[in-house]
């Protein structure tokens, strides 16, 4: 039975849900994705501080005023075949503090107890539900990893969840990797975890990706805001090692260096989301000569991903900054002491990845 994200609220925020378009959300049931051979978008969210306010998904339609429009952003994959999937953790996620939800993904209490927010702003312990990246792994295990394609993107600390599913997937056999993997906007704190003994969260992360990478799986970053350029947070940048990676520059999300910057910083963080979906069916994935200028995003093939993955350098938007266009997105190569180095390995496909 169909119903809008309102409806979904509280508690039920947990677990895998179908997007049908026009804000409209289907709960899905264990093996209904298996049987259906069709390809499969995943996406995962990021922190959710006082959602139990107003407890909803992430949406995927643009604010008309922000974009000027109110566009769904998920309409292109519907009408390329996809089903839309969200695999939601919004009352785990709701956290006042982003370092608590974060030590959620990778670890749980004693007896798999979580902390999860109640509609009333308190909190529950819940035992049982162990490492909330593992519950992803069951998820996309019992739910889409039979699908003839596979295509996972996390957003923000979203992006943690997605490392953790590619280490759990390279730690066993229970499911082929995804064809494709895209990071919007990757969040991480920073310092060494207690909880993984000594290792860092985007340490972590950047190890899972370069080791799905090596199997063949084609891995996209794109950010679009400067959420981690705080002395709280890790930049990360050794992450475009092994990824192909993009700069959106929102430049029509101006500062005004007042109060209301804070909401232009959120837009500024949501737009890699909402931009990287749109610009899906737009036919503007191109290369020019020796990859130094390309275009598009979402349209790129997995093949042209992973030759993008062992160029050198990243891609900083040089056209269609001062607008919302997503047919426009055109990138410059950046090389040297602003880029990381590239493993010596060409990243080809290989085998366990659940392509068609």
Request: proline letters at 5%; a neutral charge.
């Amino acid at each position: 039975m169909s119903s809008g994200p309102e409806e979904l609220g509280g508690q039920s925020l947990f677990g895998l849900v179908e997007y049908k378009g026009d804000g409209q959300y289907v709960s899905v049931e264990v093996g209904g994705l298996a049987r259906a051979l069709q390809p499969v978008v995943l996406y995962v969210h990021g922190w959710q501080p006082g959602a139990y306010k107003k407890p909803v998904p992430d949406s995927f339609v643009t604010p008309k005023d922000v974009y000027g429009e109110s566009r769904d952003v998920a309409v292109p994959w519907h009408e390329a075949g996809y089903r839309v999937m969200c695999f939601l953790w919004v009352p785990f996620a709701d956290e006042i503090d982003v370092a608590t939800a974060e030590k959620k993904i990778w670890s749980s209490g004693p007896e798999g107890v979580q902390r999860r927010r109640r509609p009333d702003g308190g909190y529950d312990s819940v035992p049982g539900v162990g490492d909330i990246g593992g519950a992803l792994l069951q998820a996309y295990c019992g739910l889409v990893g039979e699908a003839t394609r596979v295509h996972v993107v996390g957003h923000s600390l979203g992006c943690q969840m997605v490392g953790r599913l590619l280490e759990l997937l390279l730690e066993s056999s229970a499911a082929r990797l995804p064809c494709r993997v895209t990071l919007l906007d990757p969040y991480f704190t920073n310092f060494a975890k207690c909880y993984l003994e000594g290792k860092w969260t985007g340490e972590r992360v950047r190890d899972a990706v370069r080791r799905a990478a090596e199997r063949g799986c084609a891995i996209e970053q794109v950010t679009s805001s400067a959420v981690l350029k705080n002395p709280l947070s890790d930049a990360n940048t050794e992450l475009r090692s092994h990824t192909a990676s993009f700069v959106l520059k929102p430049k029509f999300m101006k500062l005004d260096y007042g109060p209301g910057d804070v909401d232009v910083l959120v837009n500024q963080h949501a737009y890699a989301r909402f931009a990287y979906f749109a610009s899906f069916g737009c036919g503007a994935a191109t290369a020019g000569p020796a990859d130094t200028c390309v275009a598009g995003l979402a349209d790129r093939t997995d093949i042209e991903v992973r030759r993008l993955m062992a160029s050198d350098g990243f891609f900083v938007q040089a056209g269609g900054r001062d607008r919302w266009d997503p047919s426009a997105f055109v990138f410059d190569q950046v090389r040297g002491s602003e880029s990381c180095s590239r493993p010596a390995m060409c990243v080809q496909a290989g085998r366990g990845v659940a392509c068609s």
